[in-house]
């Protein structure tokens, strides 16, 4: 099997947590003969200076040509003011529709050694492993209409779309119930149900697909009741279901029971598990260029990419021991930092993920 991966480093902190995880694979495609080769190019802000585009056409060529696509992050305050249609944001969904990357699988997993590094009670957190399963190229990030005008009284005005198709709702409802066959045999479909029309048709063709999975305890929750029982009592969940903007919300939300953002990876699938890799987290400009960044959630993808793209399940789990290791070894970036461990930086905990490694 070919493995022709395209590196998009992006934006802010992008880069530095890239030059990580690129670090760790190039070891693990000597270690475990991966055969995998490299390519690089541009996405969001960097591209649109270097092609004035968000997206190049080229660079979505070489998508499609490769076997995978590994992604730091986009996006940064110099390009808030710019047209939006060619914001660095754009280019992301972009390639994430042209690909048709509709399955979004992001993974809040507890590393027990980051148990006190969790803002919430460690009993609350232990033992955490839950998956979110998130629409990704549909709902209202791509909804039309889509309009921004000024009204004939002179006010401001705007308004998006909430669009899903049965079909769009049954192919994610089919990857949520595939994960939790082979994990917890529990999932909990999160909607609005109670005021969306979207979200209706969203439950009924959950139900519909349910039947197929006999074996799976279907649950049905509001996303608003689905916030608050994420930090009341995360553990709960096993595999959620949900769109593509309340799964971004509560990604980001689940990402504080793992200890930090920079420790949530991503996939996101087509339906032939061809996929792009990224952390779930943004381009951190308030951090960026200062070497501080947690690059574990860019590494922690480069193991799910090798684990769904590739199906070397070896070279993902000694990635993900190497990982363990580290935080064994009590070293931590500063968003994970707890009492009595070692402080380090992007490249820091990038080689002694690397280190770590080497030795398994
Ligand atoms: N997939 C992507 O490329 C995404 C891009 N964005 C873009 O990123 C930019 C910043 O967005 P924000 O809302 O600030 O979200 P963000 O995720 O970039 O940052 C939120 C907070 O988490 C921290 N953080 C994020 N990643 C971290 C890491 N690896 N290590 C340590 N701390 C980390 C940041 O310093 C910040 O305080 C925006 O332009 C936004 O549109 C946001 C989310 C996802
Ligand atoms: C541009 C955004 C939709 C990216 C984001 O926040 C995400 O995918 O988590
Ligand atoms: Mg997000």
């Known amino acids: 099997m070919s493995m022709n991966i395209l590196v998009l480093p992006g934006d802010g902190i992008g880069p530095e947590i890239m030059a990580e995880a690129v670090k760790v694979l190039e070891l693990a495609n000597e270690k475990f003969n991966l055969g995998a080769e490299l390519t690089f190019d541009d996405l969001g802000g960097a591209a649109y200076e270097r092609y004035g585009s968000p ?12 076997d995978a696509i590994l992604l730091g992050a986009v996006g940064g305050p110099q390009w808030d003011a710019i047209d939006p249609a060619l914001r660095p944001e ?14 979004n699988l992001r993974p809040a997993i507890l590393y027990p050694q980051l148990a006190d590094s ?46 899903y198709s049965e079909s769009e709702v049954r192919r994610i409802a089919r990857v949520g119930f595939d994960m939790a066959m082979v994990r917890g045999k529990k999932l909990c479909s999160v909607d609005k149900a109670n005021v969306l029309a979207s979200s209706q048709l969203w439950r009924e063709v959950v139900n519909e697909v349910a039947a197929d999975y006999p ?6 929750m509001y996303v608003d009741n689905c916030a608050m029982q994420l930090v009341r009592a995360p553990k709960q969940f096993d595999v959620i279901v949900t769109d593509n903007l309340f799964g ?10 793992t200890g930090s953002i920079g420790m949530l990876p991503s996939a996101s699938l087509d339906a032939n598990n061809k996929g792009m890799y990224e952390p779930c987290h943004g381009s951190a400009p308030d951090i960026a260029g200062r070497g501080i960044a947690n690059p574990l ?25 190497a990982v363990s290791q580290v935080l064994d070894q009590g070293l931590r970036t500063g968003d994970i930092m707890s009492e009595g461990c070692e402080s380090t930086g992007t490249a820091g905990m990038g080689d002694a993920v690397v280190a770590a490694l080497k030795n398994l």
């Not at 997206?55 to 070489?62: F, I, P």
């Not at 754009?90 to 399955?103: A, D, M, P, V, W």
């Open 297 to 321: 959630a860019t590494i922690l993808s480069v193991s799910m990419m090798l684990r769904y793209s590739f199906n070397r399940a070896d070279a993902a789990d000694a990635i993900e021991q």
């Open 90 to 103: 754009r280019g992301l969904l972009k390639i994430r529709s042209e690909l048709g990357l509709f399955g």
């Open 248 to 257: 971004d919300i509560l990604s980001d939300q689940a990402s504080m029971l």
């Open 215 to 220: 074996d799976v305890e279907v649950s049905h």
């Open 55 to 66: 997206l190049a056409d080229e660079t979505l060529e070489r998508a499609h040509q490769a």
């Open 118 to 163: 969790s803002t919430l009670k460690p009993e609350v957190v232990a033992g955490l492993n839950i998956l979110i399963v998130r629409e990704l190229t549909g709902g209202i990030y791509f909804g039309q209409p889509r309009e921004r005008k000024v009204l004939d009284n002179g006010e401001r005005f705007a308004f998006d779309t909430l669009p």
